[in-house]
């Protein structure tokens, strides 16, 4: 019993360090009762009892201290799990940043090779071809049709459906997305594209469709522009048909053509007659309307297969890729007809030209180009010198 005392503040510690301090309080009272019932000396109940208290008092001071380290452990794990699930928050976020910052520079990258694709291209169909394969690419957009302003140009792929021309800021209508082409205020076409079904109502995609269609505005600009600059360089101010320089580089593509294929083309060379004796009788301005009428006549009696040039001066040539030779004389005497009937108002007066033609074939006339050229202009000479206003045919 003697060592239960000895030992009984040890007890009591392990018990309410391992119990919990209130049933270890309850074993001091029952131990302290029995050591008092069986012991009559108060010294030893009294030592007991101070002991007990010194172990209780110093075991509360330890429970205190442990729940206070517990709750500022707690505190601290919970600091440390909401900054870790910040981190896992900013590093989604960063992730999700990432993943559309690749998105964005994938279509500036895109658009800047589709940008240069469409400055090497001086074709508008081709340059369309090559944006209806784009946004099939990015948005998945197979019906589009494109307007270019300057010459009343229109492409189409797909089904047919109206192009809104009036609009000035991107806009639906229906299942429709009309994107016009401006840069600033200038205004030079307009996109139609039908919105896929799954699309119809995502203001995401219609917005991300819009700012490619922007990104390109310059890009087709700049391919307008040049074209336009090109079509300069190759065609005569006054009439609007090719340049000499241009039909002759054309003429020998003809001839690469239609060696390959086994095929033909005829040439057609025409002059007006008697052309000093206007410039000379009304001025070069009455030459320069004369010049322009006949030429005009000459375009609408051409189909756009044909290639017309202004030669020289006022004489013309046409090449007229796999015609028919009889075909040809016939359509050359409706021109040279034409001529004749028009009636050109020179200030007060109206006046009347008339011109003279040739004709030479390929290769029925020359296995070369140049050589069919030259027995056109055979021909002409022939006309001028058997009495102008008519047609001969190379023989």
């Known amino acids: 019993m003697e060592k239960l005392i000895i030992f009984s503040p040890l007890i009591t510690f392990i018990i309410g360090y391992n119990a919990g301090i209130n049933f270890s309080r309850i074993f001091a009272v029952l131990f302290s009762v029995c050591a008092a019932i069986f012991y009559t000396s108060h010294l030893v109940v009294i030592v007991t009892l101070l002991t007990l208290c010194l172990a209780e008092f110093f075991l509360e001071k330890f429970h205190r201290n442990m729940n206070s380290l517990r709750r500022i452990f707690n505190n601290k794990l919970r600091n440390l799990v909401d900054e870790l699930s910040s981190l896992k ?10 993943v559309s910052n690749e998105k964005v520079i994938k279509n500036i990258l895109h658009i800047y090779e589709l940008s240069k694709d469409i400055a090497a291209y001086i074709d508008l169909e081709k340059m369309f071809s090559l944006i209806v394969d784009s946004l099939n690419q990015q948005f998945i957009i197979k019906d589009v049709a494109m307007k270019i302003f300057d010459g009343n140009t229109i492409f189409r792929k797909g089904i047919f459906f ?39 109502k995502d203001a995401k995609f219609v917005n991300e469709i819009s700012a490619f ?7 087709i600009q700049r391919a307008i522009l040049y074209l336009k600059l090109e079509e300069m360089s190759r065609t005569d101010g006054l009439t609007g048909l090719y340049r000499r320089g241009y039909f002759n580089q054309r003429l020998k593509e003809e001839e690469l053509l239609a060696k390959r294929s086994n095929g033909r083309f005829s040439i057609l060379m025409m002059d007006i007659d008697h052309f000093k004796k206007v410039n000379d009788t009304y001025g070069h301005q009455a030459g320069d309307m004369v010049i ?20 020289g001066g006022e004489e013309f040539v046409v090449i007229f890729p796999k015609t028919d030779p009889d075909g040809l004389k016939i359509k050359s005497e409706k021109i040279r007809q034409k001529i004749q009937d028009s009636e050109i108002t020179i ?7 008339t011109a003279s033609f040739g004709i030479a074939h390929y290769p029925k006339d020359s296995q070369l180009a140049e050589e069919v050229l030259h027995k056109a202009d055979i021909s002409l000479y022939k006309s001028k010198q058997t009495g102008r206003n008519k047609v001969t045919e190379f023989k």
């Not at 051409?302 to 202004?310: G, K, L, N, Q, V």
Request: aromatic share 8%; proline share 6%; no cysteine.
């Open 89 to 98: 928050k900013d590093s989604d976020t960063t992730k999700l940043a990432l």
């Open 162 to 200: 109206d192009i809104n021309e009036t609009i000035k800021i991107p806009k639906i209508l229906e299942n429709m997305i009309h994107l016009p082409l401006n840069i600033g205020d200038k205004y030079f076409g307009v996109i139609s594209a039908k919105i896929p079904p799954l699309f119809e």
């Open 213 to 219: 269609v922007e990104e390109l505005n310059p890009a």
């Open 292 to 311: 322009k009428t006949v030429s005009e006549i000459l375009k609408n009696s051409i189909y756009e297969t044909d290639f017309a040039a202004r030669y």
């Open 347 to 353: 200030g007060l007066e109206k006046i009347k030209v």
